[in-house]
């Protein structure tokens, strides 16, 4: 390989891993406000909301031609796979959201990243260097210590937030291989597709007039869940799995920001230390990455 393949090469897995920190940043701006929607409208209402407007956003920038090309694209039934399997952690997260803290429910869930890596070996056949396995154990160890899940019992909210984890990590592996060959476009209109339909059926009966205050949080969802969407394909193209995983961590750092932004939270002294251990595990990729290529 020349060094400039070399060069290249770099900056795209650079590129990959700024583009999906950007994402967990936009998809944690969306958990709060399901977080803040969820005790009024029940989630399939939000669900559809969010994938009616994020694929009014795909028509409008690509067109009838960006529908036309899902419905002939090769990864048709792979996508539809990966959209039922996000659909399922969706709505076990977001459910158990309603009786589990922030803390709690965060902790639990970031055991996709240490998945997504064991993943990336057996179905990807990636190399996952000692390197990427320290970061993502590292960011690990920083979400419990800053989160301190020890009082948690097997609850079924619980068992929920644990099967969102598994069922998250095997979509993202899904994410990353389709990512390779189908644009980000038809990724999002089938994966959107798919959720109106499933989540249009409840609301025959489940259906409550959004207040004011609901459509304008529905309406900041729909825009940060799209742009998450859209970053996390983006990404996902450039990074492979294993390298973009410990990134999920920033997630915790965010959703710590937004606790306290809008309801007050104020972190405890270990939530300093386990996001000073979620930002070296993104250092410890970073510096691998670039010492690796270097080699």
Not at 151 to 166: E, W, Y
Not at 252 to 260: I, P, Q, S
């Amino acid at each position: 390989m020349t060094d400039a393949a070399i060069a290249d090469s770099r900056e795209r897995i650079y590129a990959g891993m700024l583009i999906t920190a950007l994402s967990y940043l936009l998809f944690s701006m969306q958990d709060a406000s399901i977080k803040l929607l969820v005790t009024g409208l029940s989630v399939w209402q939000i669900l559809f909301f969010r994938s009616a407007a994020i694929l009014a956003g795909c028509a409008a920038i690509g067109g009838r031609s960006v529908f036309a090309e899902a419905y002939r694209s090769k990864a048709f039934y792979p996508m539809l796979l990966r959209s039922f399997i996000i659909l399922g952690a969706w709505l076990c997260f977001y459910n158990a959201a309603k009786h589990l803290q922030l803390a709690e429910l965060t902790t639990i869930y970031f055991a996709a990243p240490v998945i997504v890596t064991i993943l990336s070996i057996f179905v990807l056949g990636e190399q996952v260097p000692l390197v990427r396995w320290v970061a993502v154990l590292t960011g690990f160890v920083g979400v419990f210590v800053a989160c301190d899940p020890t009082s948690l019992g097997l609850s079924m909210p619980v068992i929920m937030v644990l099967a969102a984890a598994c069922l998250w990590a095997f979509a993202i592996v899904l994410i990353r291989k389709i990512a390779l060959y189908e644009r980000t476009m038809v990724q999002m209109v089938l994966n959107n597709a798919l959720f109106l339909v499933v989540a249009g059926l409840p609301l025959f009966y489940l259906w409550k007039t959004p207040s004011w205050d609901e459509w304008l949080l529905l309406t900041v969802l729909a825009i940060v869940g799209g742009l998450g969407q859209y970053a996390l394909f983006e990404g996902m193209k450039r990074a492979p799995a294993s390298v973009v995983a410990p990134f999920e961590y920033t997630a915790l750092v965010w959703a710590f920001v937004f606790g306290f932004a809008i309801w007050g939270d104020i972190p405890r002294r270990e939530v300093f230390i386990g996001a000073a251990l979620i930002f070296l595990a993104g250092l410890v990729i970073i510096a691998g990455e670039h010492f690796r290529r270097r080699a």
